[in-house]
Every structure is written in C-alpha cells, then in structure tokens.
C-alpha cells in the first residue's frame, strides 16, 4: 500500500469538507480519484479534471509512489 | 528578480511590473487586464474569491510565459494573478509584453491570457446579489 | 472631463487616464503603449520629435475614438499622443480601452492604433547616431 | 483673389523655410499646391498629400474662400 496526501480545491473541497486528507491506496490515479469520488460524492466526473503529482500535471494511469501528493484540478477560471 | 508569473495574495501594483518591461529596443507594450465584474452571465454579483494551486499555478504560469517568449517576437513578458476576496473593480489578472513591433505584442498578449484562463489551477467563487455563491467550472 | 483623445506636449501620467475608464460592468482592459526605440529601420537612433498639427489632430484622433465606440462592443476609450522632444524609452503614445469582454478590448485597442498612426497629422522627426536627421514621410 | 494663410509641417516646413505664409491665390486647392511646390521646391508630389482648410480634411478640388487656413498634410508617421 501506498500512503498518499491528496489535494482538494475549489468545489472538490467543499463536498470533501476538507483541504487535504491521507489516503492508503494501491493502483493509478483514475483507480484512486474512482475510489474518492464513491466516498465524497464527487459531482464531477472523471473526463472534466485534470491530476497533478507532486506539484506536475500527471496522467490518469500514473501509479503514485509511496508519499507522493496528488492533487484533483477541477475546470479551472481563473482571468 | 521579479517572477515572469506570480500569483498575488493581495493587491499590487502595476507600475513597477511594467517598467521591468521597458527595453530600448522594445517599442511596442500591449496590456491586458481584467477586473471584477459587476455581473457574470446575467447574474448580479458582489464580488468573489480566487483560489489556487500555488505550486502548480505558479509553475503552469511561467510555463506560459516561457512559451509565449518562444513562440512570438518579442522582448519580454509577464503575468500577475490574485487570489483571495475580490471586490467589484479589483483588478484580478495582470499581463504585460513588449516587443520591437506592435503585431507581437498584442498577439503575445493575447496569447497569454487565454492560456493563463485555460491552463493555471485557479478557481473563481463568484458571490451574487441574491445570497447564493458557486464554483465555476466552466465546461 | 478627460478628453478621450489628446495631443501632449509634455510627459503625461497613465494612471488617472486608465483609472477613467475602470467601469463596474467592464471587466477586461486592453492597452497599447509607444515608446521611442534606439533603433529603426536599421538605423541607432538618439531620440525624435514629434510634431502635430494639433487641431486637426486632436479633431480626428477623437473622431477615431468615437468610431471605435461605435464599431466594437467596448464601454470606454482613449488616447493620448506626444509632441516635442523625446528620447529613447519615453512615451510616445498610449490608448486604453476598457470592456465587457477581452475580443472586444483588444480588438478595439488595436484598431485605435493603427487608425491613429495612419490618420492622425503628426510627423516624426528622428535623429540618428551618425548626425543626420529627418522626418518620416511613409510610403 | 483670396487672401489665405497656408499652414507648413515636416519636411514641407523645413523646404518652406517657415511655418506658415499669406498667399494670394484664386482657383481649388490642387492648384495652389502645384503653385507653391514650384515656388518652394517641394519633394512630396500632391497624391501623396492630403489636404486640409479651417481645421477639416478637405477635397483638392475645394476652392478656398477669402480668408481660409490652409494645410498640406505630408504622409504621418505618429505612434
């Protein structure tokens, strides 16, 4: 198992009602996002985010190492 | 140094971003800025919130501007985001380029400004005049 | 009351200009600046002056303005040009647009431009590195 | 004949050796052009000009009124 720090921003984190959580997780990051989306009750699916790692784009069938920060990027809006 | 990208977690000026601009080569600066609106398809609003992924914004960002060096002639560039809470008339993004001639400058300008809305993790939470407020994210 | 075209014969500030055409529905402004280059057309060039005549260019710089208000779906605009003597990285001229919608700004800031540098009466004089001088007729 | 002052600017300024003049001149515009490019040895042929009277563009073939202000208008180069 992999211990992984995963980022929250915008409408992810207000459904998640937190910033950043912990997450014990084995297999890529779609697998991973799957599996929180079922537990938080994500509205958004899969195809309109984007998912970085430790600080980079990454792509969806990455396989986080052991410590590694993953961060969900909903649409952004920014300008 | 001054950062060719940086988001801003409080107001800032304009000025010295400019004159960092300033090249005796360089006869052309575009600008563009873009500041809160008082209404967002169709909806009343008081104000809103910016928020990002810094490390990732900040790192998005430069890469903008190091493409747009690439890509146009021109002499230098740079881009300012805030984030935080927002007013009506605040001014939310900053971008500035100059160049030898004019056609680089504004096409540069331009550039980077679609890119900074469409690549950097930065999110808007638009409050309305009715007491509601939302996430955009824009399909 | 700034008029929103004007002939200066003098350094003029941005700030109060950009800051009269800040609107609580416009949320993107777009601006241009001119500065006086140390090189053109191949030659090093010391400085220039500007000259005008100054009626009938402050008449049809506005004249300009105005159609861009009409043309493009902007809330403000204007324009301030330079005459005397300048040197390399003064201002030569600067214009401002403030709208709704980004197209809109740039669009219409390039158009005031370009219209003001092939309308507008004023002639450039430019003295060069090697002594000489002369004014710019352009084909 | 009408009385006009005729206005000088760039290089037209410097040829004429003054800024403005009073000139005596019946007939349009495009003829008194031709008549002080002979008397000043000016370069810039007329289509290249455009040509103003009392602060407006006008037409070369406008014929100027006792009085009226004059100015030839060589190609400009602001911004």
């Known amino acids: ?79 | 140094m001054i950062p060719r990208f940086a988001i801003a977690d409080a107001p800032f000026e304009i000025a010295p971003l400019r004159a960092h601009l300033l090249r005796a080569e360089a006869g052309a600066y575009a600008s563009f800025e873009g500041w809160v609106r008082n209404h967002n398809e169709g909806r009343a609003a008081l104000g809103l919130r910016y928020e990002a992924y810094v490390a990732l914004a900040e790192a998005e960002g430069l890469k903008i501007v190091e493409e747009a060096l690439e890509r146009f002639e021109i002499a230098d560039a740079a881009c300012v985001h805030r984030v935080g809470d927002l007013d009506v008339g605040d001014l939310a993004v900053w971008v500035g380029v100059s160049a030898a001639h004019r056609d680089a400058a504004f096409a540069a300008c331009r550039w980077i400004i679609d890119e900074v809305k469409s690549r950097v993790p930065i999110w808007k939470h638009e409050r309305y005049a009715e007491g509601d407020a939302a996430w955009l994210h824009p399909e």
Request: proline content about 5%; hydrophobic content about 45%; overall charge negative.
């Open chain 1, 1 to 79: 198992m992999s211990m992984l720090s995963v980022l929250y921003f915008a409408s992810l984190r207000d459904a998640a009602g937190c910033d950043s959580e912990r997450v014990d997780h084995d297999g890529d990051l779609r697998s991973l996002y799957l599996m929180l989306q079922a537990k938080h009750g994500f509205a958004l699916p899969l195809e309109r985010l984007r998912v970085a790692m430790n600080g980079a784009f990454a792509r969806w069938d990455d396989v986080p190492g052991d410590g590694a920060e993953i961060a969900f990027i909903p649409p952004v809006s920014g300008g």
